[in-house]
């Protein structure tokens, strides 16, 4: 086995990729009822960085290990395995430290997968694909046939809306905020594509024509949040997730009181806390079926290995990217995809 390392931080700054380093830590000997588990992959979220800024709203203790989702094979286990037997692939529990070569984890919180599907692939699994899923069934009753605009489009929760959306027959409005990211969206399989503006509602008029729109998924905030308020019918319901211009959302009263919008947040920590075990693996076993059926996929930018965990926060931390980054701290095996 190779050297234990993993990336830590012992404190939070302004500038990510300083703060976090790869350090070589001991390993010890799984605890009964745990399981040591290698690490294949694990991605590395907008949560991810802000945590390492302190400008996320649920902060580990410090000194803390960086990632917050992935998968890993079984190496070892002591005492209750669960059903899990060594060489099985799992999903990490979240907020486990997943930027680590290897953990000991309890084996009830291990969640096994299935072994011919592409690891970068199901390391995503834990955190945007049930927020996409989530969004789309648990806000508004929505019909087949029905509208959703979201802005960011060409972010990882925007593609997996798309794919969730097309499978459910839900029809999408993809907003971006700059034209370059238009073509990826396309190649994503959007539709309906267009750049933010102050004439957002004005342009899906002339594009759409007059359509019912009762969903809004935001995860820009400022002003974008307004631009998809304007788009709603009335009675419509705004739902933010993020916030990547850095700024509060703003509604005016105008639509919030005279059209009915109503505006919510939603955070998966609250729904995971909140929902029965059955609804929760019932969730997961569907979007590990759509993963392997590849019905759901995530662009890849760039992969790191466990020493390049710098680069990895840097480019995760850029405005302009076109896919996810994630980290293989047991080995890179793709520069780009």
Request: with cysteine; charged share 20%.
């Amino acid at each position: 086995m190779q050297t234990p390392k993993h990336a830590r931080y012992a404190y939070r700054g302004r500038v990510p990729h300083e703060v976090i380093k790869t350090v070589e830590f001991n390993l010890l000997p799984p605890l009964p009822d745990e399981a040591r588990v290698q690490v294949l992959a694990a991605p590395v979220n907008p949560s991810d960085v802000l945590q390492l800024t302190g400008e996320y709203g649920q902060l580990p203790p410090l000194p803390a290990v960086g990632g917050s989702e992935g998968v890993g094979r079984v190496e070892a286990i002591n005492g209750n395995a669960r059903g899990l037997e060594e060489g099985d692939i799992v999903l990490l529990p979240l907020g486990c430290g997943s930027w680590s070569t290897h953990l000991n984890l309890p084996t009830r919180d291990l969640v096994k997968l299935p072994h011919d599907v592409d690891p970068v692939q199901l390391a995503m699994l834990s955190v945007n694909p049930p927020t996409a899923s989530l969004m789309l069934s648990d806000i508004v009753e929505l019909q087949p046939g029905d509208w959703v605009i979201q802005n960011a489009a060409n972010s990882a929760v925007g593609g997996y809306v798309a794919q969730i959306a097309r499978r459910r027959g839900i029809r999408l409005i993809n907003v971006v905020r700059r034209e370059s990211a238009i073509e990826a969206v396309w190649q994503a399989g959007g539709e309906n594509v267009l750049v933010d503006a102050e004439d957002l509602p004005r342009r899906v008029e002339e594009t759409l024509g007059e359509i019912h729109v009762r969903l809004a998924l935001d995860c820009v905030g400022g002003v974008h949040t307004e631009h998809l308020a304007r788009c709603l019918a009335p009675g419509g319901t705004i739902v933010n997730y993020g916030s990547m211009s850095g700024e509060r959302c703003m509604v005016s009263p105008r639509y919030l009181v005279f059209n009915g919008i109503n505006l919510r947040g939603f955070w998966l920590a609250n729904w995971l806390r909140k929902a029965r075990a059955d609804r929760r693996q019932a969730l997961f076993a569907e979007l590990a079926a759509m993963v392997a059926d590849g019905s759901l996929h995530a662009s890849v930018q760039a992969s790191y290995g466990i020493d390049e965990v710098r680069e990895a926060v840097q480019a995760a931390s850029a405005g302009a990217r076109h896919g996810k980054i994630v980290i293989e701290p047991n080995g890179r095996s793709r520069a780009a995809i």
